[in-house]
């Protein structure tokens, strides 16, 4: 796999949100005037392959400052980087002290993979989006209720594709993307929006109709200090795609066990062995077509694992145990044999002891 040098990655942008509670919108008298480049970054301290630093940008305290070009307020940001030993991908936690209102904040992956699509996975599987909508050209002349947007959620990760590279990006925090740029190369990750009213009326990006009752909403401001953790991921295939997101999302957990439990929620193991294998697999799935979902106890016996098709092609499944296909609810079963799934086909398979 070749390298390639990415720039600019992360830069931070601050943006006018004119909108509410149900939509952002753009104000287009008031342009984007606040990024990270204009920032001195602070304490920057690197230790191996993990580096910290701090950062404030000076913004805009509200709209109407930011109409006035105005930047009374201090946005202090604080960031910390992982590299990880084992795998490409750097972890990322964001720790804002926000002091303004009608703003939104995104950092800036730039990919260099000029996109057409761009590619994001939902509760069951993967969907593709276009990332530009002609639509835009002439929404009000074709008496559009809202400006068309390309602004969409993600279940927990979002990636671009191009011939020989992906580009990633995991989250378990805000769940909201766009892919940006003139070449629409660039995912912008939202960290928040604050907005001030539940509803507003006459929008630029939705014009004329009331959305709701223009009652404030203080919750919504975001007037606090908050965390964000997200991950930049260079996959070499779809497949690494999903087991970086799966293993970011839901980590390894391990805990020691007590002589003496006091607290309900600890497992008991009964009179199970202590004495266990240094190695061992339930199963193992030996193409990269699909995501598991679950892996769990059966309803009746057994157990039982879901997979969602993240594309066309066969499950292989290697295992001692005898396995069969089943149903939602377990009730219905089939002779397992290797056949062809489509795209996001939820597939349920039954294991029990031979």
């Not at 992360?10 to 104000?27: C, K, M, N, P, Q």
């Not at 602070?42 to 580096?51: M, S, V």
Request: positive net charge; hydrophobic residues 30%.
């Amino acid at each position: 796999m070749k390298s390639h040098n990415y720039k600019n990655i992360l830069e931070i942008i601050d943006e006018v949100d004119a909108g509410d509670s149900y939509d952002y919108s753009t104000d287009s008298k008031i342009p984007v005037i606040s990024n990270s480049r204009k920032c001195n970054i602070q304490d920057l301290n690197i230790c191996g392959r993990i580096a910290r630093y701090k950062l404030e940008m000076q913004i805009p305290k509200n709209i109407n400052e930011r109409a006035k070009k105005k930047h009374t307020s201090k946005l202090k940001i604080s960031v910390s980087l992982e590299l990880s030993a084992i795998k490409p991908v750097l972890n990322v936690k964001f720790t804002i002290q926000n002091t303004a209102v009608d703003h939104r904040l995104r950092v800036l992956v730039p990919t260099d993979i000029p996109s057409i699509n761009s590619y994001a996975d939902q509760t069951f599987g993967t969907i593709c989006r276009p990332t530009y909508l002609p639509s835009i050209k002439n929404w009000k002349e074709s008496k559009w209720s809202e400006k068309p947007r390309t602004i969409e959620p993600m279940q927990s990760l979002v990636y671009l594709k191009g011939k020989n590279r992906i580009v990633e990006l995991i989250t378990d925090s805000v769940k909201e993307y766009q892919i940006i740029g003139d070449k629409k190369d660039t995912i912008a990750y939202t960290l928040f929006r604050s907005y001030c009213q539940m509803g507003r009326k006459d929008l630029e990006d939705r014009p004329g109709r009331e959305s709701g009752k223009e009652w404030l909403t203080p919750d919504s401001m975001l007037l606090k200090e908050m965390n964000f953790t997200f991950a930049i991921a260079f996959p070499q295939s779809v497949q690494k795609c999903v087991d970086y997101s799966n293993e970011f999302t839901t980590p390894m957990r391990a805990y020691q066990e007590a002589i003496v439990s006091t607290n309900e929620d600890e497992f008991i193991l009964g009179s199970k062995s202590e004495i266990l294998p240094p190695r061992f697999s339930a199963f193992k799935v030996k193409n990269g077509n699909s995501k598991l979902s679950i892996y769990k106890l059966g309803e009746r016996n057994g157990m039982v694992a879901r997979f969602s098709m993240i594309q066309s092609g066969s499950i292989n499944i290697e295992t001692s145990k005898k396995i069969e296909y089943t149903n939602l609810i377990e009730f219905k079963h089939e002779r397992f044999k290797e056949k062809r799934f489509p795209k996001n086909k939820i597939i349920t398979i039954k294991m029990e002891e031979k």
